[in-house]
């Protein structure tokens, strides 16, 4: 799985990150406690988890934002963008630079959470640090031209713990405190993890379609389906614009099937797929089949 290299002096242990995930998680493990566990709590759970983890990261942050899949009228953007600021994983601004350096910089020691450094490095190992290269604001705002004048993802990248603790009182007032347990704490910790499972699991686990030099993306299947559809990353990594990441008859993409829908509702126009083709096998002998791809415009 990679041996983690030794940090570099640009790196310096984030104490409040650290605090920050253990009592994320901390509160996770409370909530499987019978004073905090109900079933209303766990269906708010479901409910706020793709809300936030599809429509908000998938599809908000990485899609619409980040690769540009597709088009949306703004005020359809700012709500499934702020869905994505509830994920609590940054705001839009910072997300998505950090996701544009992976992708310039894929398993290099660029690379945000470059995969070669091991699995937990990749899994949340890089955010316990503070890193000069890639989380100074002026950084961040140099790969994020496009969107960083945006003043109201300047808002959430600036407000989305505070908008997280209004949710959380808000889910209090109305279902107690299984609801903020469960809503919140254990609804976090979840999306937390499946989405880090694309930076890590989908770097070492599972089968290739695209042949990409130097580049460890994979698809893997259980990825695929617990991130809605993001585990397909192989597919991702060799033409990132696609809004369609699933793209083999098994694999299945949630994000893509609401794309799919908004597209028939006029809400999602200039949508970026991938046409896919086999190429010829060098030998007979040859079982893996490698595709090619371009990048089309998918009618509604």
Known sequence: MGDVVKLGSNYTLSKVNIGFFVFLHAGALAALFPPFFSWSGVALMLLF????????????????????????????????????ALACQNGPIKWTAHHRMHHAYSDTTKDPHN???????????????????????????????????????????????????????????????????????????LVYHVTWFVNSASHMFGYKNFLLEKDLSTNCWWVGLLAMGEGWHNNHHAHPQSARHGLRPWEFDVTWLAISLMQKLGLATNVKVVAMSPLPKESEDESQVWFSGEIVHKAA
Request: glycine content about 8%; proline content about 3%.
């Open 49 to 84: 988890y793709w809300l936030t983890a599809s429509l908000g990261i998938c599809m908000g942050f990485h899609r619409y934002l980040t690769h540009r899949s597709f088009d949306s009228p703004q005020w359809m953007a700012n709500i499934f963008v702020t869905f994505g």
């Open 115 to 189: 995969a070669k450094r091991g699995f937990w490095w990749s899994h949340m190992g890089w955010m316990m640090f503070w890193n000069d290269n890639i989380d100074p604001p002026e950084i961040v705002n140099k790969w994020t031209r496009d969107i960083n004048e945006n003043r109201y993802y300047r808002f959430l990248d600036n407000n989305y713990i505070k908008i997280q603790i209004a949710l959380g009182l808000t889910f209090l007032a109305l279902g107690g405190w299984s609801w903020v347990f469960w809503g919140v704490f254990f609804r976090l910790v």
